[in-house]
Nanobody, 126 residues
Framework: QVQLVESGGGLVQAGASLRLSCAAS????????MGWFRQAPGKEREFAAA????????YYADSVKGRFTISRDGAENTVYLQMNSLKPEDTAVYYC???????????????????WGQGTQVTVSS
């Protein structure tokens, strides 16, 4: 089972930027979809962004579209989430996850992803 390790979270003021990274402990993400989800206290885990590894096609939740950018580095086997114009409502624990195939489920559904990182806290102050 591949391990995913996130980094890059922190405490920032509204309007600032952060870049999250997610690296795989072994193997590659080829033919997979990598997603970023977030979970705020007392709320369900929600989809933020995803990228299909082979094609680079990206998907975003409406709440982050235009502010967040997901990307991948095949050589480093790492997926990134660049977050700009952060808002207090972006405060959450951010998780990266791997969806094995398109048959695993909808790209924005946590249930479709089989491997998860430990999460990294992002806190945006007003």
């Amino acid at each position: 089972q591949v391990q995913l390790v996130e980094s890059g979270g922190g405490l920032v003021q509204a309007g600032a930027s952060l870049r999250l990274s997610c690296a795989a402990s072994e193997g590659t993400f080829s033919r997979n979809t990598m997603g970023w989800f977030r979970q705020a206290p007392g709320k369900e885990r929600e989809f933020a962004a995803a990228i299909t590894w082979s094609s680079g096609r990206t998907y975003y939740a409406d709440s982050v579209k235009g502010r967040f950018t997901i990307s991948r580095d095949g050589a480093e086997n790492t997926v990134y989430l660049q977050m700009n114009s952060l808002k207090p409502e972006d405060t959450a624990v951010y998780y990266c996850a791997r969806r094995l195939t398109i048959f695993s489920g909808n790209i924005d559904s946590p249930a479709a992803y089989s491997s998860w990182g430990q999460g990294t806290q992002v806190t945006v102050s007003s």
